[in-house]
């Protein structure tokens, strides 16, 4: 079966740090991967998808990043952390093909930034 | 992807059967809807998703009318584990990359909360 991890769970950083947030996933090749966020109280906004290795695109231009270094690997990047970064984040992926519409999610990263 | 409206909250006790419902006036022909569940410091969960007139799994059912323009999820018997946020999602959800490759595309508004009480 397939899994989905992320970590670390629970991340306090300065502003002005540096972030970076892993996501791998097991148990199926080739996915589209995917990195939300969601502020308190409210809906997840897309950041960035991923179809490929090295394909990145962004939904929302910020000063955040996303890498795909390997097939199974996502990867969500700040040089520069701002306050308005806070928030918990989700990586998730779903097949590809006609019915890409399902998407799995981690259990996420929980991001203050002080 | 179509604009939904649900309700910002609900709540119900447990056993009784929940129902929400979610407009979306613009739903297009190729449209699916999609529901989702999130429980608090977790990721969304896929529940159900239909096309036109009822779909039931061993979670919920999900009515849809004939025009489509709005869908109801139903919960039957909710327990105090029910309680979450319930996302309504309308799309194809099928985006083409510059490749050719597909691509789910999740618009995630800020859903239902649920309470159920004992």
């Known amino acids: 079966s397939q899994t989905i991890h992320q970590w670390p769970a629970t991340l306090v950083q300065p502003v002005g740090s540096p972030l970076s947030l892993e996501c791998t996933v097991e148990g199926t090749s080739n996915p589209n991967l995917y990195w939300y966020r969601q502020a308190a109280g409210r809906g997840l906004q897309l950041l960035f998808y991923s179809v490929g290795i090295g394909q990145i695109s962004s939904e929302v231009p910020q000063n955040l990043s996303a890498s795909r270094p390997q097939d199974r690997q996502f990867i969500l990047s700040s040089k520069k952390l701002l306050l308005s970064d806070s928030g918990f984040y989700l990586c998730?992926?779903?097949?590809?093909?006609?019915?890409?519409?399902?998407?799995?999610f981690g259990p996420g990263t929980r991001l203050t930034v002080l | 992807l179509a604009k939904t409206t649900q309700p910002i909250s609900m709540d119900s006790y447990e056993g009784q059967e929940v129902n929400i419902t979610c407009s979306h006036n613009n739903i297009a022909t190729n449209d699916y809807i999609t529901w989702y569940q999130q429980f608090p410091s977790q990721g969304p969960r896929f529940i159900i998703q239909?096309?036109?007139t009822k779909v039931t799994n061993e979670v919920a059912s999900l009515f849809i009318p004939a025009d489509r323009k709005s869908s109801t999820l139903s919960l039957p018997r909710v327990s105090l584990s029910d309680t979450a946020v319930y996302y309504c999602?309308?799309?194809?959800?099928?985006?083409?990359?510059?490749?050719?490759?597909?691509?789910?595309?999740?618009?995630f508004g800020q859903g239902t909360i649920l309470t159920v009480h004992p």
């Open positions: 999602l309308v799309g194809d959800m099928l985006e083409r990359s510059a490749g050719g490759t597909s691509y789910g595309k999740l618009t």
């Open positions: 998730a992926w779903s097949v590809k093909g006609p019915s890409t519409d399902t998407q799995y």
């Open positions: 239909g096309y036109k």
